[in-house]
Nanobody, 120 residues
Framework: QVQLVESGGGLVQPGGSLRLSCAAS????????MGWYRQAPGKQRELVAL???????NCADSVKGRFTISRDNAKNMVYLQLDRLTPEDAAVYYC??????????????WGQGTQVTVSS
C-alpha cells in the first residue's frame, strides 16, 4: 500500500507565500511523475505543476513565474513553493504520484488534499 500525505496549506494574505510538501510512503519500487493539482469550489480539478523523475517540470500558465515545483527522490517527496498568491489560487491542493510498485506495475496515487486560502 502507498500513501501520499500533504502538508503546508493554510491561510495567507494576497501576495504572500506558502510551501506545500507531499511525502510518499509504503511499498514503493520507484516514482515516475509527481505533481500538484488543485480544485476550487464549483470547478474541476486542474493541473498546477508536475515534475518527472529526472527533474523536468511543467507548470500551468496561470502559475508560471509564481509557483515552483521540486522533489527529493531520496525521500520520495515533492514540494510546491507558492509565491505572490492571489485569491484565485485558493483551492484544495492535491498531490499526485505515478508509483511503480514493481519494475513492471504502476498505479496512480493521490493525497487527501490540503486547503490553501488566500484572503486579507
Amino acid at each position: 500500500q502507498v500513501q501520499l500525505v500533504e502538508s503546508g496549506g493554510g491561510l495567507v494574505q494576497p501576495g504572500g507565500s506558502l510551501r506545500l510538501s507531499c511525502a510518499a510512503s509504503g511499498s514503493i519500487f520507484s516514482i515516475n511523475k509527481m505533481g500538484w493539482y488543485r480544485q476550487a469550489p464549483g470547478k474541476q480539478r486542474e493541473l498546477v505543476a508536475l515534475i518527472t523523475g529526472s527533474g523536468s517540470t511543467n507548470c500551468a500558465d496561470s502559475v508560471k513565474g509564481r509557483f515552483t515545483i521540486s522533489r527529493d527522490n531520496a525521500k520520495n517527496m515533492v514540494y510546491l513553493q507558492l509565491d505572490r498568491l492571489t485569491p484565485e489560487d485558493a483551492a484544495v491542493y492535491y498531490c499526485h504520484a505515478l508509483v511503480y510498485l514493481t519494475r513492471w506495475s504502476s498505479r496512480d496515487y493521490w493525497g487527501q488534499g490540503t486547503q490553501v486560502t488566500v484572503s486579507s
